[in-house]
């Protein structure tokens, strides 16, 4: 089993819609999550960065996080054509002096206008 | 965005060929990693480096090798590519103790013929 699942999609959308991206995870080390956003042929960038849980907004989108049922979601709400990429879950946690960080493989949005 | 760079963006390469990935930053970031992505795979790491004279591999077994000789530049080397070579190899990089916060490359899309 895998230590974090992630829908790989492709998840298609209209404009304006609101999405919700999810990821769940098994190891309850875990501390630490971020949703990394990866255009085509770019290298991931980093979109939100959250600690334990609860609720991180940063403008349209929201990240939301709950370590009871080790499940964290991204919310980006009034979506736009530009939103479409592939998004990346992540998460870790301090183990030593390496951080090591384990990556979901990734859901495709596709926003239709 | 950020400023990390990989050179070539793309390689077609025949078997047993020597190649060597190029990664620079201008960042002054301590930590810099190797990264194997493959489509429907999560990203996987290879080596990763702390700092100038130290490198270490990472937990997806490669034969590839790497040196950090200067804080901004991390090359990685295969020295007899092999078609099971074939990967996107994405380069990151991030300040130490910010090991969630990494900044990515855009990529090298490797193919061995």
């Known amino acids: 089993q895998k230590e974090v699942e992630q829908d790989p999609g492709p998840l298609s959308v209209p404009e304006g819609a609101i999405v919700s991206l999810n990821c769940t995870y098994s190891n309850s080390a875990f501390q630490y999550f971020m949703w990394y956003r990866q255009y085509s042929r770019k290298g991931p960038e980093l979109l939100m960065y959250?600690?334990?849980?609860g609720n991180k907004e940063d403008g349209r989108f929201t990240a939301q996080v709950d370590k009871s049922s080790k499940y964290i979601s991204l919310f980006i709400r009034d979506s736009q054509p530009s939103d479409s990429a592939t998004y990346l879950c992540a998460m870790s946690s301090n183990s030593g002096g390496y951080q090591k960080v384990t990556f979901g493989t990734g859901t495709k949005l596709q926003v239709i206008p | 965005e950020a400023d990390i760079y990989q050179t070539p963006r793309y390689l077609v390469i025949g078997t047993g060929k020597k190649i060597t990935l190029e990664c620079s930053q201008t960042?002054?970031?301590?930590?810099m990693y190797w990264y194997q992505q493959d489509p429907g795979m999560e990203l996987h790491l290879i080596h990763y480096s702390y700092g100038v004279n130290s490198t270490e591999k990472g937990d997806l077994s490669s034969e590839s090798t790497v040196s950090r000789i200067r804080t901004e530049h991390f090359p990685l080397t295969l020295e007899s590519a092999r078609p099971s070579h074939t990967s996107q190899y994405l380069c990151?990089?991030?300040?130490?103790?910010?090991?969630?916060?990494?900044?990515f490359g855009p990529g090298t899309r490797l193919t061995v013929l």
């Open positions: 959250t600690y334990s849980s």
């Open positions: 990151a990089s991030t300040l130490l103790g910010r090991g969630n916060e990494q900044f």
């Open positions: 960042m002054g970031h301590d930590k």
